[in-house]
């Protein structure tokens, strides 16, 4: 078979026959973040994109298959990418940071809303988050710092309950401390390829060492990042080969104080303040959870069956939504599929984009 050529890193060639246009801005601390937009003559309704921590806009361009973008701007969206403070665009997760999920559900989600409506002339905005980005924009829906309605959301593998397997969760309670010890802020999966510290190229040799499932040491960076598996963030079965090679272009590094963050939601089982202490998140409530009760947007949790990250975070989400009365959410659990398979898998765009666009549809 002929070898098919290398796909460049943060490519657009998986959309065409689109405007596209970038879209820098500046967040409510002055950080300057970044938004792209994908339209063409017939959009209709605005949809905006919101990557986990690490990923990025790439994650829903990706040329090796029908991807997300082109799928709703097959639908009459005019599609928005949020590139946050936590995507791999930026260099912010690229150093040793203090940056917890309060600063992304403050300032970022806000800002990005509001250019959003300015340049869509108020038509309805609906929202596609994925991980922490879903976890962040819930935050934000919750602390009521959203300006105007959101018309419909679509949350995948985590929102306002967070829970992990059970070595996530020594990870997350160990891992700070230990790779802190050793004068390591950041994890970044390009070790193995990119990186010029010894101590990245001897933890990369460790990992891979216990990941024996495939030959690509970013995918098994990852799964000592996030999750517990082999592989702990997707199945190997549902992605393209193109997809998997290309892992360290994918995703990108992590600060560790994230991780104190998540493992203080794991402990409480609810996403919650990191200091509730600090003045300059005054504005968002210490518990997330409990203040979602006046929740009154659409909203879509999904989750793959074999999720690996979050496990049941969202099955439970929703049950707990269910028991504070609040209304109008709804759950959809993709059989076969685990945590960022739901939108980067080779077949996504047959078992699951579809779900997703008609609930969206339902809010035109």
């Known amino acids: 078979m002929r070898a098919q050529p290398p796909i460049a890193r943060f490519t657009l060639d998986g959309v065409s026959d689109a405007a596209v246009s970038a ?21 209709g309704d605005a949809v905006l994109l919101i990557p ?26 005019d599609v928005w990418c949020l590139d946050g403070r936590m995507s791999m665009r930026h260099p912010y997760n690229s150093r040793p940071h203090r940056t917890t999920f309060d600063e992304g559900a403050h300032y970022d ?70 790779f802190g010890a050793v004068g390591i802020d950041v994890l970044d999966p390009s070790w193995s390829e990119r990186t010029t510290s010894w101590k990245g190229r001897v933890v990369a040799r460790a990992v891979s060492a216990a990941h024996r499932e495939c030959d690509v040491s970013a995918c098994h960076l990852l799964s000592m990042m996030w999750g517990t598996g082999w592989p702990a963030l997707y199945e190997h079965a549902n992605l393209d080969d193109r997809t998997h090679a290309r892992a360290a272009d994918l995703f990108g590094p992590s600060g560790l104080h994230y991780y104190r963050h998540m493992h203080q939601m794991v402990r409480a089982g609810r996403a919650v303040r990191f200091r509730p202490h600090r003045s ?52 959809r659990v993709f059989e076969g599929y685990g945590h960022q398979d739901v939108f980067m898998g080779r077949n996504a765009a047959r078992d699951v984009f579809g779900h997703l666009v008609e609930f969206l549809s339902r809010a035109r």
């Open 109 to 178: 989600h806000p800002a990005a809303v509001a250019y959003v409506r300015r340049e869509t002339g108020g038509r309805p905005l609906h929202v596609v988050a994925h991980c922490m980005g879903a976890l962040t924009f819930s935050m934000s829906m919750t602390a009521g710092l959203l300006p105007g309605p959101i018309a419909s959301v679509v949350l995948n593998s985590v929102a306002l309950t967070p829970r992990v397997p059970w070595w996530s969760s020594v990870k997350l309670a160990l891992g700070p401390a230990l």
């Open 280 to 331: 300059e998140h005054a504005a968002l409530p210490d518990d997330y959870l409990a203040a979602a009760s006046q929740l009154e947007t659409d909203i879509l949790l999904v989750t793959g069956s074999h999720n690996r990250v979050f496990t049941d975070s969202n099955v439970v989400c929703h049950d707990r939504l269910c028991d504070m009365g609040v209304r109008g959410h709804e759950l």
């Open 52 to 77: 986990g921590l690490t990923t990025s806009t790439d994650m829903f361009v990706m040329p090796e298959h029908r991807n997300l973008v082109t799928h709703l701007l097959d639908e009459g969206f």
């Open 23 to 43: 879209h820098p801005f500046t967040a409510d601390d002055g950080l300057e973040l970044s938004l792209m937009r994908f339209t063409r003559e017939t959009s």
